[in-house]
């Protein structure tokens, strides 16, 4: 079972997963994970790192990754813009209690719709424990401060590296090693997350697959599921 909250520029989720293997991916904003039962897997180009149960992890804005979820494991994450952090926060492991408890406060101070002043406050507070307390970094992202590489989703692999005046390999290549993700990985990234947009509107998860140029419904479908742990229906 999985829930997708939107709160204003914040979005919560809570998650009681069993097994779940998430796409290669990454996000716009800042993301706070805690977990409350269980332990998930992360995947970054650098390393692997497990959050166990009382645990926490933030990650940084495009920074690469996957999860990987092998046994029943309840967890939350909160998706916090930049604009509410002074300070840029790296990816951090966190096992301090004190940081992990501020964190499920500020969840519910999020549901319980909070004025955006005491939510950059108490995020504030966590920092501050972040930056005297004993964190497990993960290694520099190569994406820090950049923006996510813009292509025109109608040309093919071979068009773009031709405006890119690069061969096709050389191209591939290095748009991976600057973006982190394959030209395919990254469109695919992008529909799940304008058909998310799509439903949040209120349109039909068939009129979505169409619109954004799915194969067919049920390829629609297992992606979204893949890429949001639950179905365009129950999303909806």
């Known amino acids: 079972m999985v829930n997708y909250i939107k709160y204003s520029d914040i979005e919560i989720f809570e998650g009681k997963v069993s097994k779940h293997k998430y796409p290669w991916h990454f996000h716009n904003c800042y993301t706070l994970i805690f977990v409350e039962k269980g332990s998930v897997k992360y995947e970054f180009k650098e390393k692997s790192i497990k959050i166990d149960e009382a645990e926490a992890i933030i990650i940084e804005p495009l920074k690469v990754h996957r999860n990987t979820i092998s046994r029943y494991t309840a967890y939350k994450a909160i998706f916090i813009p930049r604009e509410y952090l002074e300070k840029y926060i790296f990816t951090l492991k966190v096992t301090n209690t004190n940081v992990v408890d501020s964190l499920a406060d500020l969840f519910k101070k999020v549901k319980l719709n909070y004025d955006k002043n005491e939510i950059k406050k108490v995020i504030s507070e966590i920092c501050e424990?972040?930056?005297?307390?004993?964190?497990?970094?993960?290694?520099?992202?190569?994406?820090?401060?950049?923006?996510?590489p813009k292509i025109k989703h109608d040309l093919s692999i071979k068009e773009l590296a031709e405006e890119a005046h690069l061969s096709k390999f050389h191209f591939q290549r290095k748009f991976k090693k600057n973006c982190g993700l394959t030209i395919g990985q990254l469109k695919l990234q992008e529909k799940a997350m304008a058909a998310k947009a799509l439903l949040e509107k209120g349109k039909l998860s068939t009129d979505v697959a169409y619109e954004l140029g799915f194969f067919d419904q049920s390829h629609f479908i297992r992606y979204f599921k893949k890429m949001w742990a639950t179905t365009p229906r129950n999303f909806k």
Do not use: F, P, R, T
Not at 129 to 148: C, F, M, P, R, Y
């Open 129 to 148: 424990i972040l930056i005297n307390s004993q964190v497990e970094k993960i290694a520099d992202s190569s994406l820090i401060n950049h923006e996510v």
